[in-house]
Every structure is written in structure tokens, then in C-alpha cells.
T-cell receptor, first 111, second 115 residues
Framework: KNEVEQSPQNLTAQEGEFITINCSYSVGISALHWLQQHPGGGIVSLFMLSSGKKKHGRLIATINIQEKHSSLHITASHPRDSAVYICAVRSQETSGSRLTFGEGTQLTVNP | DTGVSQNPRHKITKRGQNVTFRCDPISEHNRLYWYRQTLGQGPEFLTYFQNEAQLEKSRLLSDRFSAERPKGSFSTLEIQRTEQGDSAMYLC?????????????FGDGTRLSIL
């Protein structure tokens, strides 16, 4: 079992829909990251969370430390949101702040 | 804004050849990370440096792989005697050393294809 699991693996939505991507992890963490990766490969950091909720534009990220679960929400989705969304955690048990990643969720938003 | 820069963006080589990738981190960042990502998977940790010291290496980093950061600025990742299984995206990230959690900033990656 991976330390970080995401669902769904693939998600197709119509423009304007509300989208939720889930991330569950099995280790104690000091931080959780949500990342966006476009087809060219570059990764952009969207959020870093250690508790509660963060919002940036149409993106909202929440985390429940007790349940070891985080969600990424996209409101009013748009085709330009199409990308791979990756959840990554910094484990309390590893040194050096290296990240452990989920396998990613491929989001496609159709016009 | 000079983010993390990786070169080359793409590398195609024959099996058995040696390849070297370069990563230039954000200038004030003292931590530098290398990750590998195969198709359809999330990235996996390879190694990281704090300044010029290589502080951790994954068991994924076989003896054909070597990474350096000689002056605590740019880093190189070399793969000797490449194999088909080395085909992947190699990602570099940098961050400040921790005071609390610091975000990692990623480069665009080097995509390696082994023929």
C-alpha cells in the first residue's frame, strides 16, 4: 500500500463543474502539498497545508489531520484547469523535508 | 524571476551511454532535491543536498547514478551505462532549509529517453 493514495486516478468534467480530488496518507506528516503538473512536465506548487483550509482563487484545499485526509476542490472548472494534480506529503519520520508523492489525478475539463 | 532551471529539457540516447543533467536552483535556496517520475506515476525521491553536502540518497539511486553539488549552487545528476528502465522525467526542486515548512520549487524537468 502506498503511503499516499489519491482518488480518482482520472476525472473528466464539463466546464463549470465543481471538482473534488481526494488524498489519503498513512504516515504522520508535517505538511501536505498539492501540486499541478501540465503535459510539458513542469510542476507548480498550489498549496502547502499543515492544518485547516486554504483558498486561492477558484482552488480550495482542506486537510483533516486526525483522519489523514486532504481534498482539493476546484470551483467553476475551466478547460485550462486540465492537468495532473498531485498530492505530496512531508513525513515526520523522514529527514530533510523530502516529499512522498501520490500517483496523481489526471483532470480533463471539457468546454 | 529566475526559478529552478534544468538542462537539457530532453535527452535521447542509446542504451549503455552516459548522460548528465544539470539543475540550477533558485539562488538563495540551500536545499536541492532530485526526483524521478515514470509515465503515469508520481515522482519518487532520489537524493537531496543541503549546500554542497549530499545528506540522503534513496535506494532507487543505484551505483550507476551519481549526483554532485560541488559549490552548493548548481547540481548535476549523472547516469552511467544507461538502461531502458532509466527512461523517465528527472525533476529537480529547491527550497530554503527549514524554519517551519518551506515549499519546494520545481524545475520543468529533463525527459530522458533510452533507445
Amino acid at each position: 500500500k502506498n503511503e499516499v493514495e489519491q482518488s480518482p486516478q482520472n476525472l473528466t468534467a464539463q466546464e463549470g463543474e465543481f471538482i473534488t480530488i481526494n488524498c489519503s496518507y498513512s504516515v504522520g506528516i508535517s505538511a501536505l502539498h498539492w501540486l499541478q503538473q501540465h503535459p510539458g512536465g513542469g510542476i507548480v506548487s498550489l498549496f502547502m497545508l499543515s492544518s485547516g483550509k486554504k483558498k486561492h482563487g477558484r482552488l480550495i484545499a482542506t486537510i483533516n489531520i486526525q483522519e489523514k485526509h486532504s481534498s482539493l476542490h476546484i470551483t467553476a472548472s475551466h478547460p485550462r484547469d486540465s492537468a495532473v494534480y498531485i498530492c505530496a506529503v512531508r513525513s515526520q519520520e523522514t529527514s530533510g523535508s523530502r516529499l512522498t508523492f501520490g500517483e496523481g489525478t489526471q483532470l480533463t475539463v471539457n468546454p | 524571476d529566475t526559478g529552478v532551471s534544468q538542462n537539457p529539457r530532453h535527452k535521447i540516447t542509446k542504451r549503455g551511454q552516459n548522460v548528465t543533467f544539470r539543475c540550477d536552483p533558485i539562488s538563495e535556496h540551500n536545499r536541492l532535491y532530485w526526483y524521478r517520475q515514470t509515465l503515469g506515476q508520481g515522482p519518487e525521491f532520489l537524493t537531496y543536498f543541503q549546500n554542497e553536502a549530499q545528506l540522503e540518497k534513496s535506494r532507487l539511486l543505484s551505483d550507476r547514478f551519481s549526483a554532485e553539488r560541488p559549490k552548493g549552487s548548481f547540481s548535476t545528476l549523472e547516469i552511467q551505462r544507461t538502461e531502458q528502465g532509466d527512461s523517465a522525467m528527472y525533476l529537480c526542486a529547491s527550497s530554503l532549509a527549514d524554519r517551519g515548512n518551506q515549499p519546494q520549487h520545481f524545475g520543468d524537468g529533463t525527459r530522458l529517453s533510452i533507445l
